[in-house]
């Protein structure tokens, strides 16, 4: 069995439950790869350089990142570099022989460069140019496999390697999408909230199981902001060979396992696409 798990990067996560979970997997025979993103860090390392992150919407109504050229050397700094490095820390401490990667390493991630995207600013429709983010259309998993086959745990953060062999970001969510189905494993992506939330007022409101189309409409239309790029990412995880992909909260004692049993977040099959 494989799984693979997306750390979110907002402050309200707390990565260690996560971590001691890792090691209770690994030690019973389970395949872990790790993923993560880190916005919240990046955000706080942009402002501290007295600039601002800025955020765009997609046409059809998803919220990202605009990835300026200095925003990316950030990036390249906090991930690979702090992010990545604390993870792999903290996950040695608990007894799993961890590997930190990024997506240029060993042609890990990559795809197309996207230099420009379409944005809604105002209720129109423009194009922003100067982005250096990528869409992930190859994942090298013989490199996976073989760490995971000699005993490691990868843990895998942007920046990915464009087609035009320069280091751009990429959506980790959708990283760890992407993961999921080269290695046809479960999907994990742990977050702040407990799940998608029918109203998001209301946090017991969790959809807890996703397995038709009439409730993955449903799903869907529940999601926002944030969320409905998770749920872009789940989606594109099982259309790509993952097995199952579950939206949770990483504040739990156990939450992958927890999500694995479906006791934890939204459960999302194949049956639902």
């Keep these: 069995m494989t799984v693979v798990v997306k ?3 907002a402050r309200a996560v707390d990565p260690d439950g996560a971590l001691s979970d ?7 025979g389970t395949q872990v790869v790790v993923v993560h993103g880190g916005s919240t860090a990046v955000d706080d390392t942009l402002e501290a350089l007295g600039e601002s992150p800025e955020y765009v919407e997609t046409p059809s109504g ?6 300026d050229e200095r925003t990316m050397e950030v990036f390249s700094m906090v991930l690979p570099g702090q992010l990545n490095t604390d993870l792999v820390v903290g996950l040695q401490n608990e007894g799993v022989d961890a590997v930190g990667l990024s997506g240029v390493d060993g042609g890990l991630l990559t795809g197309a460069r996207k230099s420009a995207v379409r944005v809604l600013e105002d209720g129109k429709k423009k194009i922003r140019r100067g982005d250096h983010s990528g869409r992930i259309e190859n994942v090298n998993s013989d490199l996976l496999e073989t760490l995971l ?22 959506d980790a969510d959708r990283a760890a999408a992407a993961v999921a189905g080269a290695l046809s494993g479960d999907l994990v992506v742990l977050t702040d909230v407990p799940g998608v939330l029918a109203d998001v007022d209301d946090e017991s409101s969790v959809i807890d199981r996703v397995d038709s189309p009439p409730t993955y409409e449903t799903l869907t239309a529940a999601a926002e902001g944030f969320m409905s790029r998770k749920v872009m990412a ?7 060979g993952a097995t199952t992909a579950t939206i949770a909260s990483a504040n739990t004692e156990r939450p992958i396992s927890e999500a694995l049993d479906e ?9 639902a696409l």
Excluded at 62 to 67: D, H, K, L, N, S
Excluded at 149 to 170: C, F, K, S, Y
Excluded at 234 to 240: D, G, I, Q, S
């Design 149 to 170: 086959e000699t005993g490691h745990t990868p843990v895998v953060t942007v920046p990915m390697l464009a087609d035009d062999g320069v280091a751009v970001n990429t």
């Design 7 to 9: 750390i979110g990067g």
């Design 62 to 67: 998803v919220v990202g990142r605009f990835t």
């Design 234 to 240: 789940a989606t594109e995880a099982l259309e790509n």
């Design 22 to 28: 890792v090691a209770s997997l690994v030690e019973g």
């Design 263 to 271: 006791t934890n977040g939204t459960l999302i099959t194949p049956e």
